[in-house]
């Protein structure tokens, strides 16, 4: 018997990947700011997913087109002087949102593997879902590793690295098209509308503990991973939801970061104000 025909071991693996892809991945969200459009990217892929579960094809493609559809047309809109990425990301999230719900209630055959893919079942993860995961997750990482100087530059200083001759358009396309994929994968674990937790959670709480960026992607890849190994636990033994416990996990520890944070936290405030000099 292998160890991932155990459904429990392939959730537990499942988790462990998509909870580093979504803490390194994050990083660069909280760094450019990105949590509406990542929000909205969740909600605007679901149309996606539920056309290609009505056409018959796999609902990764299905779900990958209509976030690549969906990252043109708002790099294009926030291009415009007269339109702002937050209009535009606005606008893709009611409208994806509403498209999603119209198809959903057409589609009455799909409805119960739709809705998994919104919310997420991890108990029904399969071969394929962890070889996808693990592949897109590589990609990902092996991207943002060659590209982190690229990258960072242009989340502090978009205006000087387009003076300095770098394709800024091309990286940020990239980058959305990085979170989309991060958003697909990780829809069989905690589904498309958790997944803006999982992604910026992790990375946000890792930002209260310390500014250096390379560690900052080491702890967040680190929480990403924990918390949801937690989540899973937390969720097998009280019989919940895995998506919305890991969700909650993530919550929680970024609450609990927010008040005892030596460097960023609440109780903190007081003894960097002692720490000051003094005139």
């Keep these: 018997m292998s160890w991932l025909d155990s459904y429990t071991h392939r959730a537990l693996l499942e988790v462990a990947l998509v909870g580093a892809v979504c803490g390194a991945i994050g990083v660069h969200v909280v760094l450019r700011r990105m949590g509406f459009f990542t929000m909205a990217m969740t909600h605007a892929t679901f149309p996606g ?4 579960a009505v056409a018959g094809i796999d609902i990764y493609l299905g779900g ?13 809109v926030s291009r415009r002087r007269d339109q702002g990425a937050t209009t535009a990301t606005g ?6 949102f509403a498209l999603g719900v119209a198809l959903l209630s057409a589609s009455n055959g799909f409805s119960r593997d739709l809705e998994a893919f919104m919310t997420g079942s991890i108990v029904t993860v399969t071969g394929h879902d962890l070889a996808v995961t693990a592949g897109v997750g590589a990609l990902v990482l092996l991207v943002l590793a060659a590209l982190h100087k690229e990258l960072v530059y242009g989340a502090f200083d978009p205006d000087g690295q387009r003076a300095a001759g770098y394709p800024v358009t091309a990286l940020d396309l990239l980058v959305l098209v990085l979170i989309e994929a991060v958003i697909i994968v990780t829809a069989p674990a905690i589904g498309v509308m958790l997944a803006m937790a999982l992604i910026v959670g992790p990375a946000a709480t890792a930002r209260l503990w310390t500014d250096r960026i390379g560690l900052t992607v080491l702890l967040s890849v680190a929480l990403g991973t924990g918390c949801c190994a937690l989540g899973l636990v937390l969720s097998t033994h009280w019989e919940l939801a895995a998506g919305g416990t890991i969700t909650l996990v993530v ?3 970024f609450l609990i970061s927010l008040v005892l944070s030596p460097h960023s936290g609440l ?9 000051m000099p003094t005139g």
């Design 64 to 76: 990958a087109a209509m976030g690549v559809l969906v990252c043109l047309c708002v790099l294009a």
């Design 49 to 52: 997913v539920v056309l290609a």
């Design 251 to 253: 919550a929680v520890v």
């Design 267 to 275: 109780l903190g405030q007081p003894l960097r104000r002692r720490a």
């Design 91 to 96: 606008i893709v999230l009611a409208a994806g």
